[in-house]
């Protein structure tokens, strides 16, 4: 037991130290971060989504719960086996550090310097560990079984038979000093991992000139429990491979426009800024958001017009794709036309009349109506690169998903909440739908599959929202069904056929039972 116990404090140590080494370092993640998010990565993308859409914001927590428990799992291992040799603990440490570097060099946009925390936590295993087993190795030369702790325990053996007292004394002392030295080092690497608190009050600090833009009047059907028209940026829905969300620094930002260009941009944010800025409500969704899901919402974002950046660096003829990378490394590919005609596709600054939250891609991001984010709402990011699809692949495309990402005309019922009961006769239904830079056309509702029946429209102030809509139907006391399809203004009604959400997003109508009393 106490070997198993040295080898886990020996763990400790070392995530501490390799902990701090990252955060003194700046770097974006510490050796089990990189593990972690080596993980999402192996893990086949379809797979990994609906992980993430099963356990939702816990995706993390749990995922570095697991490498932590994993990992001390490996440390028990290490000090059982130094019982043989601490050299065979020690192999077994720097076989987890192994693993670990592989996870830190894969990482994107990494370097050498990556590895310090690596090497310094491996060391910090083995030294530990060599320390407390010192110790231990007196009492076990004077034992005659080697597994005798171990039985001593699970047979309630009195403590004097364990070994001499000066040793145990010595075990424990060594125990304490290498405990209080682990929590001075975890919490002298948090002090130091500050960086993402600074930005936080630099953000604060801002004044940007934006508005908060007004809700039109008639956009809500006031229903209650119809999602909100505007979704405030806390309830806004967040997507990303991202394990730690990059903490940006503004001043030292920057963003390099090139590729197929005549000319190279390298552009800070007053340089944004100093553009002017465009204002429009968009609506963003995400490939993987299924029938009736919730992974879309609806913001007012403040940014620079991407057409007119890319008309001064003045694309070359044959290009028809542009390459955004995020400062974590995350890349997707968005047709050009789609960044150069009429639409209101952007380098947003602000959401909601607010600097973007970190989480939402602080400082900068992109915002492309009618596209899903997974092909056009970079978030974090440093580079757009002109090219041709030809000659790229990114992120998810990658992992099996379209190289284009239209939205795909939806609606989803809000109320009555799915296996909800409601009084019998006059029943309200309400929802959302939407069909991104072409407009929603018409809402139909149909109860327990009789005729589609025409729902009000709330109001929008152009094609590239979501709009509310409310109708009614007539609910005799019982179980029921609702079925809800958007015709778009392009003449498409949604089909009934039901589709996954790979590889270019989910098709089908939205149903829910309920029971009228
Ligand atoms: N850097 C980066 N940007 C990203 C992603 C990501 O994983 N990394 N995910 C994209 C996807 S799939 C979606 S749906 C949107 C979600 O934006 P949100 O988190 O602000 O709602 O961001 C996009 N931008
Ligand atoms: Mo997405």
Redesign the pocket.
Known sequence: MRYAGAGMLAGLAGVAVSGATAAVLRQRLSPPDAVAEAVIEVTPGPVALYLIHLVGRWDKPLLMAGVLAGLLVLSALAGLSARRGLWRGQLLFCAVAAVAVAAVVTRPGGDLADLAPVVLGALAWTSVLGYLAAVLGQRSAGSQTTGRDEVAGATGATRAEIGPPDSRRSFLTRVGVVGAGTLAVAVGGRLFGRRRSRVEEARARLRLPVSGGEVPEDAEVEVDGVTPWRVDNGD???????LAVPAIDVSTWRLRIHGMVRRELRLTYQDLLDRGLTEAWVT?????NPVGGE?I?NAWWSGIRIADLLAEAGPAAGADAVLQT???G?T?GTPLAALTDDRDAMLALAMNGEPLPL???FPV?MVVPGL???V??????VDLEVTRFDDISA??TQRGWSAEGPVRTQSRIDVPRANHGVRAGDLRVAGVAWAQHTGIEKVEISLDGGPWTTTELGGVPSVDTWVQWSGTVQAEPGNHKVSVRATDRSGYTQTAVRRDVVPDGATGWHTIDFTAE
Do not use: N
Not at 376 to 381: D, N, P, R
């Open positions: 806004f829905y967040q997507i990303h491979t991202a963003l969704a995400c490939v993987s992974l919402g995020s400062e974590d995350w997707c989480e939402h891609g991001r899903y984010g997974y056009s709402a970079t978030k974090w990011l992120y998810w």
